[in-house]
């Protein structure tokens, strides 16, 4: 093989994988999103309409999407999962960066350690953690009966199936995504710079914030998305840590797929969701394209 | 005049390590002191502590009359450029130089004048808007210093400024801070392990060795009257020969079978260093009186030549001479002569 076509065949791995489980199904997903939801194999209306098998024209229809916006419930459902995502990536962000900072400045033999901490719950199943927290957070938990037993309240306090403990079940499960972009860039800082902000007459809160952010901008940015993109989709979290008033996105998804069987609404919500999802992705983009330019 | 900066006494311990061994040492006003000495003598950490950034185990550091010794680097008149230079790669370099005036609550056209006003210093007016990692080494170099000198520091302090550059850059920039320094009329202290360096841009260099300061003088005190062996060795080679004083204060130096007068007093029988420079020795044909000897080995250099001549009881005296005369040649029989004064004599 010339190393032209070799190259050729090393690329087209990666281009398979990403044609075959991304763009693939996601065609699948809009072309079903113009569909009419009807009682069949599979439960929508073909895409073609045809006579005879000879592809006459194209049913699609705009109903669906019509539909999410005329309906308060989509649009209360997305911006309740943008709501509840975006705060819980900033409290990630606020206990991620103290962590990582931490992680970054500790004995260098110590570090590999310290992430390994981190990610230690990872090595349990997700849903067995998410059981633990409802254990420590309903009425009769671990917390209230500790809280009752004190004499620090009366009646037990609601914290599970409330929007709280759905953030915080998200930066529970996420705040490793955030902590690990954070560290590597933090890592890569040159002690130096701090020492020369320091020498210049910075005082350490002044270097942190004209120093230090600034250059760790990028993977605050990575780790902001990490936790942010699938804490908008989020469906296991909200389902077993939040109540009837917690309307996020992923719930009305499950609703309307198994449940109503209407799976070109279903499409619908989900093209809305990736485009509300690929704008900070794109912003993602233009910063880091802009640090690459200036390391 | 009082100092500038003083050291007091200071020591200063990385576990077992003793980087800076009871240092004391004054920096007058205007005055440019460099710290020479081998890989891990413990200069730079000496004008850490200096600069703040290292707090020393005991000591005191002043600065004019103030205590300074507990006091974090943001709190000091005094600026250290350092070895890797430690540009902000996130802001152009005119806000490198305006970094440090910022903090000082200099704002507005006086900041914008300032930092040009440092920059022109350097020859880098024009240059302002680009971001260190557009810039040369030679430019970087001349930021960091810039960065430096807008704060009108007290005190500069320079770890290896030079380090990073060409020799030819490196004289150009010696004699530019040079004249940097007389025109800002700050005082410097210069880490470098050149001599070479040393004796071109300070007023007085303090030898360094082990953490401690083995001499604190003058260039030229330091080569002509060295305290000691290690010193005299650090500046170029030398010739040391061991004797032994004799009753009329003479020492006799058996491995070269001659006795030579020198200064001070020995008490009979005591050892005694003695040191020739090899340039302070002449050669010439045989005859006449002197150290006899046969050319065992030499080396062209240029401007000069280094002959090693074996005398004939065994020991080789180094000898530098002028390309001037007829060179002598391999194995020729030679005599060496030196004034009285240039013997030194050194404390073992
Ligand atoms: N942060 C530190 N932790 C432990 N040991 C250190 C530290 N800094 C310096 N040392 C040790 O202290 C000694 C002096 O170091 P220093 O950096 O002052 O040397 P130096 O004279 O500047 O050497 P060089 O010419 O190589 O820069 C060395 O033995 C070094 O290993
Ligand atoms: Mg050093």
Redesign the pocket.
Known sequence: MTSAVRRRFVLAIPWLWVTLVLFAPLLLVLKISFATAQISVPPYSEFFARTDGVIVGIQATLANYALMFSDALYVKAYLGSVKIAAISTVIALLLGYPMAYAIARARPERRGLLLVLVMLPFWTSFLVRIYAWQTLLRPTGLINSALETLGLIDAPLRMLNTPGAVCLGIVYAYLPFMVLPLYARLEKLDPALLEAAADLGAKPWRAFLSVTLPLSLPGVLAGCLLVFIPAVGEYVIPELMGGPDTLMIGKILWTEFFNNRDWPLASAVTVILLIVLVAPIMLFQAVQARASRSP | MAPVLRIDAVT?R??A?V??DDVSIDIGANECVA?L????????????IMAGL?QPDSGRVFIGDDDVTAAPPYARPVNMMF?SYALFPHMTVHENVAFGLKQDGIKGAELTVRADEALKAVELGDLGARKPHQLSGGQRQRVALARCIAKRPRVLLL??PMAALDKHLRERTQLELLALRKRLGISFVV?T?DQGEAMAMADRVAV?EN?RILQLAPPRDLYERPANIQVARFFGDINVWNGVARSDGAVEIAHLGITVAVDGKHVPGESVAVALRPERIAVAPVGGPGLRGRIEDLVYLGSGTTYFVRTPLGGVVRVLAPNTGTPFAHGESVTLTWPAAALMVLAP
């Open positions: 200063k990385f576990g390590v980087a800076v710290l000495g081998a890989s891990g003598c413990g200069k730079t950490t000496l004008l850490r290292e070895q770890d290896e880490v392990h360094m953490g």
